[in-house]
């Protein structure tokens, strides 16, 4: 049975920082490429960082040089340092594999909310 428990979420200032964990289970962790997606509301869900098995990444324009995706396979945990904070960043975030949703499951995500 698959499982993606999202944490780490909270609320933050602008320009501060959180790091994002995913812990997952029942998938063979180290053979996908796993992301970060975000949801704000009312809109659509986004990747906004991926990793491969070999840890190499990629980020979308909006995130890049603020975020660092990282994988610890022997933990079979996805991580997300998120700096520099922007109130635009407030969105509910969700870890899976990439490009889709594993097995079109969808864990709880961690809400993260920037404001002053």
């Known amino acids: 049975q698959v499982q993606l428990v999202e944490s780490g979420g909270g609320l933050v200032q602008p320009g501060g920082s959180l790091r994002l964990s995913c812990a997952a289970s029942g998938i063979i962790f180290s053979a996908y490429v796993m992301g970060w997606y975000r949801q704000a509301p009312g809109q659509q869900r986004e990747l906004i960082a991926r990793?491969?098995?070999?840890?190499?990444?990629v980020y979308t324009d909006a995130v890049k040089g603020r975020f660092t995706i990282s994988r610890d396979n022997t933990k079979n945990t996805v991580y997300l340092q998120m700096n520099s904070l922007r109130p635009e960043d407030t969105a509910v975030y969700y870890c899976?594999?990439?490009?889709?949703?594993?097995?079109?499951?969808w864990g709880q995500g961690t809400q993260v909310t920037v404001s002053s």
């Open positions: 899976n594999t990439y490009p889709e949703a594993i097995q079109g499951y």
């Open positions: 990793i491969r098995t070999r840890a190499s990444t």
